[in-house]
């Protein structure tokens, strides 16, 4: 029997995804993954978005700066600097325990990738600090290579067909983030349209982010899967998974802290 600790998008606020980890004893004072996640007992789940805060009162926190200019070359440098830095301290946790901590590639990472999308929010935000072409600065060799990696899908269990994580949804074209993804109104309204897509895809469980919901942490018991972008909401799922019973995900609860 595993635990699996799921945290929804981080969007930069890497201060809280580190406090859930020490509240779900999965990274101790220093960082470091703790004897539970170093021996596979605990597995953690980062369901993706780790780039790009939500708005610019985020921005300037991440920053350092009292306000925020996203046409300031100077602003967007502090910002790619600060969130490069942050990368960074995730990825030795990660590389400390390899077999147990796993990151999904949300859309925003994919975007800092692969910049043929300039991504923005309602208010008109653009999150070019790591666009050179739009007066930010490029994501470091080393990070690149590394959220290179990122897994688009994690399926665990018999066939992959017991639990299932992903940053959108069990579909598998919602983990390609090309013109048809922005186009689509699905990737945000699926959950409510179309719940059965995890019954549909043979899942036992499925764990969801992408899609921020009023409240914290949605369990939808029914249709048997959780959307978890809820960090700002200070909440991360846990789940036991079990091969050997007939039932093998039990979910545990949505953990504020």
């Known amino acids: 029997m595993r635990k699996f600790i799921a945290i929804g998008d981080v969007h930069a606020d890497f201060d809280t995804m580190w406090a859930a ?34 708005n610019e009162r985020e921005y300037a926190r991440v920053a350092g700066l009292p306000r925020f200019n996203a046409s300031d070359p100077d602003h967007l440098t502090l910002a790619a600097r600060e969130q490069a830095r942050q990368l960074d301290r995730l990825r030795e946790y990660q590389l400390q325990a390899p077999h147990a901590v796993h990151i999904l590639l949300g859309n925003h990472d994919d975007a800092v990738l692969h910049p043929r999308f300039v991504l923005g929010t309602s208010s008109g935000l653009k999150h070019v600090e790591f666009d050179p072409t739009h007066g930010g600065v490029p994501l470091p060799a080393h990070l690149h290579e590394w959220m290179s990696t990122f897994l688009r899908e994690l399926r665990v269990g018999s066939a992959g067909g017991d639990l299932h994580f992903a940053h959108v949804s069990p579909l598998p074209a919602h983990t390609h983030y090309d013109d048809l993804f922005y186009a689509d109104h699905s990737p945000k309204r699926w959950f409510v349209d179309a719940p059965d897509y ?55 609860r949505a953990v504020p802290f």
């Open 21 to 54: 980890l020490r509240a779900a004893s999965c990274a101790d004072a220093q960082g470091r993954p703790t004897p539970p996640v170093q021996a596979g007992l605990f597995q953690v789940v980062l369901i993706g978005d780790l780039v790009h805060p939500k």
């Open 198 to 252: 995890v019954r549909m895809a043979g899942l036992q469980y499925g764990v969801y982010g992408h899609t921020q919901i009023q409240g914290g942490i949605l369990l939808e018991d029914d249709h048997r899967f959780a959307m978890i972008d809820a960090l700002q909401s200070r909440e991360y799922l846990e789940l036991m998974f079990d091969p050997a019973s007939t039932d093998p995900v039990r979910v545990v």
